[in-house]
């Protein structure tokens, strides 16, 4: 969170038309006018002097300028005839110069100096935390390990390192050929490996990236040579990792730092599984000793609330510490304090089969603990023999009670339930390899379900993603997962009322699979953990039971945060709504991206139901800035109506690079009633929301959205035109967590005339003259990519006029 960006609360939705005045921003002092044209004629005598020296170079000189522009936050470089070699850094960016005289700069920057105003604003503002346009030093192209030993290592014998070479060509065709050719000159440098040699390298988007072993000589060769300047645009220090075997085999608890107990007033996580271990070094910090209770009924456990297996005291660790940091000196310090009920005997099994006394343990678990302030229930079982299919529906419905119970009970206690998809063990991953039915496309299959009661309609359900692939000790052997895909155990929905599930995913680990096809899990790829012993302290494993802990450990950061702003009434609804609206996907390139095509291969759009909607971040979720704006709404909606709200989309979005993308996601959950037998219409109420813009007259949103249908899914050229989000309003609407992502490039002033309308219909599903109001929450997200539109100061002014409309109207 950054306490100058504050989270934004929605005014309450109304129904009136909006009038159509505009806030203003205040124009700036006649002392800030003068200091802005001072610094433009200080910036226009820098860019003179570069570009007499480039008119006085060849052309092959001139391709080799770096130009450095300092500056104290990132600025705009777009249509300045500057082309950035790299992501700039928040105090400089390096750049190259596409023409021998800077014109378009030189105008950019007398246009900020002397320009008018609008809104407030000079044009090219950014330009206001510019101050200095230079030709760059070789060095600083490296980072900030070799700057500081630089004169050290030319002298150097061999040096291991990172290269990011850049084409300046304009076509993907042109670009491979020109990073070959660097690529091949490079290696004439080596001369057939007695100076250095040139291992492995990957190509994205125009860069490639690639290791090094040379000499010092060449390697400040490399960095002074005029000739690589342009072509090698970043000099990188090999990570040097000690691999984990090496950590696990040299560990030990008195090696470690110091462990630091959690703040007093952070909230608690209920581990509903087979106990902790108190005297755990991991576990003592952290763990609530006065709420740790059994609800095992066998005589020899019911007043023992002890982890005789290891399973909860894992999951306990990675709920407040996220992750373990074992190395020598280290401190591990707790964010969550652990709350603990035994569910589960010493075998890691259910004491009993009977769903429906399960059922009755878990709401006096949930009774027992929300006293005392508890909301997130870590939830990492599953019912082995029970997927959750098409083929199994005819049989589970009337066995369902564990995932209604869930439901139930999350509605009456305003609580949240994490719980995993439940793992694919290894011998059905090999069958599916023996069918020929390979990763990823397996988690097509109807064997590949999520289990039972992760199925459930109110909780968040969490899959696997894999992160480390260091094999340990096994060198035939490869990992079936690559990073940043789906782990191979994962399980895949959809869920009870056919929405996504899991809605989220985390780090749980990986399979691994050698020439004999054999499929197991390794350390080097497991999800390192306390153990439920005094000593070894730590133990290792894979699969999402790994994953859940770790969701629920952000979203306890999350409404941690919350409580700091001073929001201390948070539903679940609300902190779900962060929690999801937060997540994010790997990188578009990549091996996510390549798991992604393989699936919609085989089943377009499945991916959604083994990834959900990706990794959450719990600083992103509650963390505004100058080019994002959160705004967050709770209430409860009464069937039948429908709630309109105004979203302001800054006209200031017309100014930012039309090539980039500006950004909204919305997420909208609900806690509805649900069936008490039977699936058939499993959820008492269902919600639907639709985007309009600013140029969709609300008048006639509030006429469509009055009279629609449920399911009136499609468009048609009656209807007002509204925003596209993915995914689309037929999958997103199944279920109670809604979540959506819209991208644009080119805004039209005419967008942002009015505010964005947001329109969410309730729709009553039993027939009830009365129904119950349904609690629900909104997060709103806006983002401009290319941090260049000052859209949360707009979107702060245009809330304050609503805020100011609204107390009028009263």
């Known amino acids: 969170m950054n306490p100058d960006f504050p989270l934004l609360s929605l005014t309450q939705p109304q129904t009136a038309k909006r009038g159509k005045e505009r806030p203003r921003l205040l124009p700036l002092s006649p002392e800030k006018i003068q200091q802005r044209k001072e610094k433009a004629d200080h910036l226009r005598q820098q860019v003179r002097r570069i570009s007499r020296q480039l008119q006085e170079m060849s052309e092959e000189e001139r391709k080799a300028v770096l130009i ?30 596409r023409t021998e005289k800077l014109v378009k700069l030189e105008e950019k920057i007398e246009a900020f100096g002397e320009g008018d105003f609008k809104k407030g604003q000079p044009p090219n503002k950014d330009f206001a935390y510019l101050n200095t346009i230079e030709e760059a030093s070789p060095k600083d192209r490296l980072c900030q390990v070799f700057f500081e030993q630089y004169d050290e290592l030319i002298q150097k014998d061999s040096i291991i390192f990172e290269i990011e070479m850049m084409s300046l060509e304009r076509g993907k065709k042109q670009q491979r050929q020109e990073l070959l050719k660097i690529r091949e000159e490079i290696s004439k440098l080596f001369e057939s490996g007695t100076k250095g040699n040139l291992f492995e390298h990957e190509e994205i988007k125009g860069t490639c990236r690639a290791v090094i072993r040379c000499t010092g000589e060449v390697f400040q060769e490399l960095v002074e040579d005029r000739k690589w300047q342009t072509k090698i645009v970043y000099f990188d220090a090999r990570p040097a990792f000690e691999t984990f075997h090496q950590t696990l085999r040299n560990f030990s608890v008195e090696k470690l730092g110091e462990f630091i107990i959690p ?33 095992l009924k066998e005589e020899s456990d019911k007043d023992n609330p002890y982890d005789e297996h290891g399973h909860g005291s894992g999951i306990a660790s990675l709920a407040s510490y996220y992750a373990l ?60 023999n029970r997927k959750w299919n098409a083929e199994s529906k005819r049989t589970i419905p009337r066995k369902s009670w564990i995932a209604r119970t869930i439901d139930q ?13 439940g793992n694919i063990k290894p011998p059905h991953v090999r069958d599916y390899y ?46 079936i997962a690559k990073e940043q895909q789906p782990s191979p155990f994962t399980r895949c929905g959809p869920g009870i009322n056919k929405e996504i ?59 941690y945060d919350m409580q700091s702003l001073g929001f201390y009434d948070i539903s679940a609804s609300l902190l779900k709504a962060l929690t999801v609206n937060s997540a994010t996907y790997p990188p578009y390139y990549g091996n996510f991206d390549n798991f ?35 705004l967050i709404f709770q209430e409860k909606i009464q069937p039948n109506t429908v709630k309109f709200f105004d979203i302001p989309v800054p006209e200031c979005l017309v100014e930012t690079p039309p090539t980039k993308v500006k950004r909204l996601t919305v997420t909208v959950v609900y806690a509805p009633e649900v069936q008490r037998w039977g699936l058939e219409t499993y959820l008492g109420t269902t919600l639907k929301w639709r985007m309009f813009r600013g140029n969709v007259d609300q008048e006639e949103v509030i006429k469509y959205m009055s009279v629609e249908e449920e399911e009136n ?6 209807n007002p035109k509204e925003l596209k989000f993915e995914p689309g309003i037929t999958l997103r609407s199944r279920g109670t967590v809604q979540h959506g992502i819209c991208e644009w490039k080119q805004h039209k002033s005419e967008y942002s005339q009015n505010c964005y309308t947001l329109a969410i219909a309730a729709y009553e599903k039993w027939n009830r003259e009365n129904p119950n109001p349904v609690p629900y929450a909104v997060v709103v997200r806006l983002e401009d990519t290319t941090q260049t539109a000052d859209v949360y100061v707009e979107v702060q002014n245009i809330m304050a006029q609503l805020e100011v409309q609204a107390r009028s109207n009263i």
């Open 68 to 97: 450095k522009l300092e500056h104290e936050q990132k600025v705009n470089l777009s249509g300045t005839g500057l082309k950035p070699i790299s992501e700039s850094s928040q105090h400089f960016t390096l750049a190259v110069p």
């Open 263 to 295: 703040p007093s007033d952070a909230p608690m996580v209920c581990i509903v599984d087979s106990g902790v271990t108190i005297e755990n070094p991991f576990l003592k910090p952290i763990v609530r000793e006065d709420l740790i209770r059994s609800f």
């Open 325 to 384: 940091n074992l190395h020598d000196g280290a401190i591990n310090e707790g964010k969550v304090w652990i709350t603990s009920a035994r569910f589960l005997n010493k075998y890691n099994e259910l004491e009993t089969e009977d769903p429906k006394l399960v059922s009755l343990i878990l709401k006096e678990i949930v009774s027992t603990f929300t006293i005392f302030g508890v909301k997130i229930f870590n939830f990492s079982i599953g019912i082995l």
């Open 409 to 421: 009970i999350s509605r009456e206690y305003d609580v949240i339930f994490v719980i995993s998809t």
């Open 434 to 479: 023996d069918s020929q039915l390979l990763y990823p496309k397996y988690f097509t299959d109807d064997e590949a379900s999520i289990l039972d009661p992760s199925q459930a309609a109110l909780a968040i359900t969490v899959g696997s993603i894999a992160f480390q692939n260091n094999l340990v000790v096994m060198s035939t052997a490869m990992t």
């Open 501 to 559: 599930k899991p809605e989220l995913v985390e780090y749980g680990g990986n399979y691994i699979t050698n020439e004999d096809g054999l499929i197991k899990t390794n350390l080097g790829t497991d999800v390192v953990m306390s153990s439920h012993q005094l000593t070894p302290a730590i133990c290792h494993n894979s699969g999402t039971s790994f994953a859940v802990p770790r969701v629920a450990h952000k979203m306890a950061r999350i409404l």
């Open 596 to 630: 992604k095509q393989a699936m919609d291969e085989k089943k377009p759009k499945h991916w959604l139901n083994v990834v959900g909607y990706g990794i959450p971040d719990d600083i992103r979720a509650t963390e505004c800035d100058k080019y994002t704006a959160i």
């Open 713 to 718: 899914d499609e468009e048609t050229g009656e």
